[in-house]
């Protein structure tokens, strides 16, 4: 079936490599990444280290048979020598520094892998042969359960999106393609017991404490704290309990217990334990100095998906306490009990850790999506930022409902992603900032930037929705796209980042002047208008395709774009439910031992394609029955769209001074 | 009045001061201040990061006051940077929390600090908040006011508090009274450090815009600064320079120190 899927993948390469062959095509990602340990942030060593390194050449095991193979190299090739200057600029807003771990191994493997034919085609080969084995016990597992499950075809076509694909798995179809997955079909339990999952995400992320003083008895509160799908918790290495997603110190204390004993068991042994699966729960644990964090999922995610949240989580209390004051307390004390310097930050965790468990295409995709803007548009506001940077400025950045408008930056320091969302978080997740109404000023360490020290952060919020501009039916629109957030969406946040902590009024006047430019020039309307526009609906990017949504992941710029969920994507559990078949293609693309660049999964109530390039990673769903050939059609007109948006959709440079 | 409606005030000449909050975390700082911008108050506010910046107009018989308001957070990390905040103040709001002993050592702790580092001149007002919670309750031996439990979560940050460290303080126990500091000790305190002194409820809104008229009549003449030169002084780096200014300039000279407001001293409980 290999063979079957290969005429396909060669029509993909050859229409997309006549869309790549004009000279003012988009730079490959390739470049850029060859162009950050010269150029780019020479200055700034964290990023240096977090750097991944050069992509090899892709592994000839999918173009092995194209026609258009040389054609493809050569246009790199081209490109490099046409635009020769792009090598020594800094070409992004955004350093590539990628803070997925995964990224690392993955790119790692990749420059493992000879690009030799026989032994590609034989890693692959073993893949199948261990797929197709794991694949039927899969199947009889769920077996009993699947062939049990009524309500599928009851349900909106949304909610049942994953509906089709633990049934699919037994019939030739699924069988072919499941040799292009991985693992395991991760989400099929989710379905299985789709409506208990359905109800149990609506209470996911209900407290535990509110109740406490009411008639629940412990044992009611046990049972609720055991029905989260999802938990956090984190403890020193002596094993105090530092923060708990769900549930009190008592509640958990016996659990805290178990998960130190396990953890320093291996740990003792020299042998540190990673992780373990019980049933359809997934247990990952990392270690970071002193501490200990664990992941418990019943939502299908995978080990590195995990891990990465656990990384966030962790990146959240070195951006409370610095890097060196942690080591330094633990060094002091072991059995330092790092809740009192962490007081009032738990809502910042919470806001992460609800995030992770919706599932946030940001985080799957560790990039940021931006708010488009025509290009002279976004030059304006650009410019005037740079008119009205005041001395003590490192970083300005304009951000509209967790979609980047605009970035000022000094020309040696980047700005990283996962800094970013942690700026994102406290703005737009948790309402401590903005529930105060007035402008903020608050220390804070980006530990990608630099984890040993605070920077400052002057925050502004303004309300937009007094717009001339807001218009009716597109509304619903904006205000779809975090559900459980207690953020309006139409708050437009300016955030200005100095090193100087005295800087508050000096960043303040700025903040005055910047306005009071984006009113004159109408760049304040712009921006507003693009608010309350939305995302734009699917039909309207790629219409006449059978697509319901893609996310498109720029991997050059660390930025994604995606259409809007509606109107087949509605209400917490569906959106949880597409995002958990984005998380498993996107797990495919990147598992450490993926080879594969394109994934196709059909099911009966939805079809999926995953297509990774040097240049973008790219998701796409459409509704069942599409075909192959159709999915494909659709991913074009993906890429080709953003081609002729490239420079709405994202951010490419920024303001740098 | 302390109302959020600004009336006109064309003709009264007008002064910014620089008021700063300080605390011990959960107390109702955040909410005091809400309620004195917004005349608003949100249950299970969440803690505050870093400090907030907010202003608010109180209109006196003679002249407007422009409050510059620090809002701090009280965590014990924070505590480093609060000299940043109460260095050229005016003014400032040291808020324990009336069923809370803890709070009033922390508040003792606050006064201390500000004597000793802050501008000399500076108006400290000790404010008990949360009176809500301890209606009819006059100190730790007082019976138990029977509504308490329920009302808990409705007040400010306490509920937040409990949400946010469980182990933490509860602050109304399920024994005994509700109330942990009396008015009279309080009161006594206040005296001997010669502070203003409240007892509020951002709850309830009981006192809030008192608390910030007590503070706009006792800040002495000689501090205030004209308008929007001054606000501008006061934001810059130095306050003497900015004192200075506003003793030049010629302001109208009335309630000079409003030893008065000393007679209202809250305590409506």
Sequence with gaps: MQDDLKPTLGEQDRSLSLTKSPPEAPRTDHDELRSIPGDTVPSVEVSRELTPPPLPPRPRLEVQGRPATS????????????????????????????????????????????ASRPVSRKQSASHLGRFAGSSESGGDDSASLRSYAPTLDARLDGESLLGGLVETEETPAWRALSAQIERDDPFGNIETVDNEFSSQLEHEFDSLETGENDLRTEDDLLELWKAKLKHFFILSASGKPIYSRHGDDHLISHYIGVAQTIISFYQGADDPLKSFTAGDTTFVMVAKGPLNLVAVSRLGESEPQLRTQLESLYMQILSTLTLPSIEKMFSKRPSTDLRRPLEGTDVLLDGLADGFTRGSPSTLLSALECLRLRKTHRRTINETLLKVRSPNLLYGLIVAAGRLVSVVRPKKHSLHPGDLHLIFNMLFEAGSVKASDGENWVPLCLPVFNNTGYLYMYVSFFSTSSSPSSNNDTTSQTGSERPASKVKDDELAIVLI??????????????????????????????????????????????????????????????????????????????????????????????????????????????????????????????????RSQLAAGANRVVQWVRREEERVFIIGGAVF | MADSTQAAAAPKPSSSVKLVLLGEAAVGKSSLVLRFVNNDFQPNKEPTIGAAFLTQKTHLPTRTIKFEIWDTAGQERFASLAPMYYRNAQAALVVYDVTRASSLGKARHWVAELQRQASPGIVVCLVGNKVDLAEGDDGPDAEEEEGADGEEDGQGEAAAAAAVKPAAVKPAADEGAVRKVSTKEAKAYAEEEGLLFFETSAKSGLNVSEVFTAIANAIPEASLKGGRAGANAAAGAGTQAAIMAGADSSKVNLNAKAGGDKGQEGCAC
């Design chain 1, 498 to 627: 100095s090193a100087n902590r005295e800087s508050f009024y000096e960043l303040r006047k700025m903040r005055d002047d910047l306005v009071l430019q984006l009113e004159k020039n109408q760049s304040m309307s712009l921006i507003k208008t693009a608010i309350h526009a939305g995302h734009q609906p699917c039909t309207d990017i790629v219409p006449g395709t059978p697509l319901r949504h893609f996310l498109y992941k720029s991997r050059g710029n660390v930025q994604f774009t995606m259409p809007s969920f509606e109107p087949h994507f509605h209400g917490l559990v569906a959106k949880r439910k597409l995002m958990s078949l984005y998380a498993s293609l996107h797990e495919n693309l990147h598992s450490r031992t993926a080879k594969t660049k394109v994934v196709h999964v059909v099911g009966k109530e939805a079809t999926a394609l995953a297509w990774e390039t040097p240049l973008f990673e790219l998701f796409c769903v459409a509704g069942p029955g599409a075909t």
């Design chain 1, 71 to 114: 054609s493809g190299s050569s246009l790199r090739l081209s490109k490099r020598t046409s635009r020769p200057q792009l090598l020594s600029q800094p070409t992004t807003a955004l350093s590539l520094t990628d803070v997925h771990p995964q990224g690392r191994l993955e790119s790692g493997s990749l420059q493992s892998s000879p």
